[in-house]
């Protein structure tokens, strides 16, 4: 590419949300030139970047347009329309990650072929087209059964436990995964840039909220044994290689009770389990995606101290203009950093910012962050 | 103030450059709704606030119109027109810093005469209203002569040595200052909100670049005697509760050979000599600004680790479209945080933007901070 990133060179980021947001806040250092395309007017990224489109990332024409006003592309979101990306591509806009990572992980079915292909270790599963091929599994209940297009946030994922639960499956191409029983929910981020450099952040633990099927704490860094923390960074490294992605890749995965790990789900993007990574480590995984994407040279990943995350949601029964109620008691804390993400309004289990808690003692970053859970609610 | 910081509750900040800048890439995470009004309409600040105005900073009608129209003010820049910020005190409008400490810091006469009322200690100083005046000075050769208001960035400032720089010196009403022979320019950066609480930044050593007069190289914390570093941190909350100022104040001090703290110049906001804080301490001189003037709990000052802090400066003799170069090379280096400002034009010695290292070693740190100052250079 002949222009400068700081000069004249345009970005195009295809969604608007808080991962749009926090990138630009770090876009901002190298003078990037940012423009975004996302349906909601309202967006979170809507005053902070050059240029703001309102308008769909699924449709052809709207993404190729855009595609087309700016020199590269990234995304913050998977459900956008590939097809105009490989156009764009061939057209000479630099879209990282690649239209064809987006195409495979977009689709949980070929992301698990993919996983197959490469012998990275995953759970057991089927496809199936119609809800009517679940009678014919080999899989046992319980199962999950995973909508292939379009789940994000905990939508699209059911648990199957009975043959009762069948009246509730999904009438869409799904995959159906083998339940399983795993200790511990575990990510690793990693970085791969055009010139082939790749870099791992430290694997982090991740606490799940069971009813909304979201992240609900993350700690970082583990303290797991070395080995897991090696396998689990070594199998993020050859996914990325595997996928000659340039960008970050997300690998969220399951350790198993008997030491085993299988790859979960993949993320081509700055990710919810990377959030902490903003003062949690010395480069964040939003300046870690700009260097990726850039070619330059991936960032230091190391922690620079104990930090445990947790995303604000919106509370249940509250839906309207955003109240948070408890964040001056929480700014009393410190080593406490609050994230709001510009949304105006809320509604159940919407994530609505998140707060990084640091401490040199990991026992007491948990401690503070159970407090700060307590204490900030996001009403209406 | 009834309206929520993060809601409604509309922020204005007179003055777009990068100190804006970088209070509104913090003021992101509270959701603060920012305008700013600027003369420049390509100031550093345009595309980043929900609302910017064109305009003069200086002229009454302009501040006062724009200062109607949110709830609360403040500024990144002193020379701001002071008689329409009172005018908006007087109709509610919250100004803080507070409309009289900015009067008072703008003049350096003021100022001067406010250590000398407060015994806070200050080089020996005689105010003048013409030139004329120099002749019957009772202040020995060299001096300095400091225009009383509108000096920045070193200008403004002139030291006459004899009779001979006599011709150069100003003909305006000015401040005298008897030349300090000082070991160290040192500075603390202290933060009081409307509770009356008081917090102070750990105290920074700063080099400067003689022939422009500008900081160049700041090392945070200070490896002084603590016994300094305390005296100095008291001075500074002294200031801060003499004022009753709001917001940030940074005070810039000369250590005499002989162990004596002489204060120099007073900023009510945040300051060149804080921006190692965004990486280097846990809370940012920004985020603090922001807790101070919304009257939250001040955050935690500590350092988190060795900060070294450079300003990109415009190189001599270039001018035009500002080319970065070496960029890249110094991204390879850990710990290294790249800042620009967004300004497209560089002209010589041009605040372009500034880096800031960090490290667990105090040597290392500083030896990577020489390289990086070598490596870096904006041209056109």
Redesign the interface.
């Known amino acids: 590419m002949e222009k400068?990133f700081?000069?004249d060179l345009r970005l195009g980021i295809l969604g608007g949300g808080q991962l749009g947001?926090m990138l630009i806040?770090e876009a901002?250092?190298?003078?990037i030139s940012v423009s975004v395309l996302d349906p909601d007017r309202d967006a979170p990224c809507k005053?902070?970047?050059?240029r703001f489109e309102a308008g769909s990332l699924i449709d052809f024409d709207t993404v190729y347009k855009f595609g087309k006003q700016v020199d590269m592309l990234t995304i913050e979101i998977e459900k956008v329309n590939v097809d105009a990306l490989e156009k764009l591509e061939e057209e000479g806009v630099v879209v990282f990650p690649q239209a064809r990572v987006i195409r495979l992980i977009q689709d949980k079915g070929l992301q698990k072929q993919f996983f197959k292909q490469n012998d990275i270790p995953t759970a057991p599963f089927q496809l199936i087209s119609s809800k009517d091929a679940l009678k014919d599994l080999t899989i046992p209940f319980p199962y999950i059964q995973k909508l292939r297009k379009d789940g994000y946030d905990g939508k699209g994922v059911h648990k199957i436990a009975d043959e009762a639960d069948l009246a509730n499956a999904f009438e869409a191409p799904s995959l159906i995964e083998q339940w399983v029983a795993f200790e511990k929910e575990i990510a690793v981020i990693v970085a791969r840039n055009d010139k082939g450099d790749v870099s791992t952040f430290p694997m982090v633990e991740m606490e799940f909220n069971a009813e909304v099927n979201l992240v609900e704490f993350l700690i970082s860094p583990s303290i797991l044994p070395f080995e897991i923390q090696e396998r689990a960074e070594q199998l993020a490294i050859k996914i990325a290689e595997d996928l000659q992605i340039v960008g970050l890749l997300a690998v969220e995965m399951f350790l198993t009770p008997d030491g085993n790990i299988l790859v979960n789900e993949l993320a081509p993007r700055p990710h919810n389990s990377g959030h902490h990574t903003i003062e949690g480590n010395?480069t964040s995984q939003f300046a870690q995606h700009l260097?990726a994407i850039f070619n330059?040279?991936l960032?230091?990943t190391a922690a620079?101290?104990n930090a445990v995350m947790i995303n604000l949601l919106g509370e249940a029964n509250y839906e309207g203009?955003a109240?948070?109620e408890g964040?001056?008691e929480v700014?009393?804390e410190?080593?406490v950093?609050?994230?709001?993400?510009?949304k105006k309004f809320t509604k159940p289990f919407r994530k609505m910012g998140h707060v990084t808690i640091?401490n040199e003692d990991r026992e007491k970053a948990v401690t503070l962050a159970r407090k700060v859970q307590a204490t900030i609610k996001v009403k209406a």
């Open positions: 400068d700081y000069g947001r806040q901002i250092n190298l003078n005053k902070l970047c050059d010395y260097r330059l040279p960032g230091n620079r101290s203009l109240i948070y964040l001056e700014l009393a410190e080593g950093y609050i994230h709001l993400y510009g640091v």
